[in-house]
């Protein structure tokens, strides 16, 4: 079981830039993805990002790449989405969630935080 809090979130431009973290506790990242999600009102939740812990492999959305960047800070267990040239349909509710690799234990996933776009 992991635990995750996320910070970060907050209201920017259309073309701005705002990183997101996502603070892992309770056990050892190895063997874990990270990845975020977002959701929109009215539509299902949305892949945007995963990173494979411990070998730092990632996978973006083909809406998100080119423009986000997800990392990791071992020392830290915190992972991070860096989100540059954002556009009003970034606009969103922000998911940050763990995955144990070949379990099927439902995720864990953070409280979410609110991301505005403003054109």
């Known amino acids: 079981q992991v635990q995750l809090v996320q910070s970060g979130g907050g209201p920017v431009h259309a073309g701005g830039s705002l990183t997101l973290s996502c603070a892992a506790s309770g056990r050892t990242l190895s063997g874990y993805d990270m990845f975020w999600y977002r959701q929109v009102p009215g539509k299902d939740y949305e892949f945007v990002a995963r990173?494979?812990?411990?070998?730092?492999?990632?996978y973006y959305a083909d809406s998100v790449k080119g423009r986000f960047v997800i990392s990791k800070d071992n020392a830290r267990k915190t992972m991070y989405l860096q989100m540059n040239s954002l556009k009003p349909e970034d606009t969103a509710v922000y998911y940050c969630g763990a995955d144990l690799i070949g379990s099927t234990m439902a995720r864990d996933w953070g409280q979410g935080t609110q991301v505005t776009v403003s054109s």
């Open positions: 990173i494979r812990w411990s070998s730092g492999e990632t």
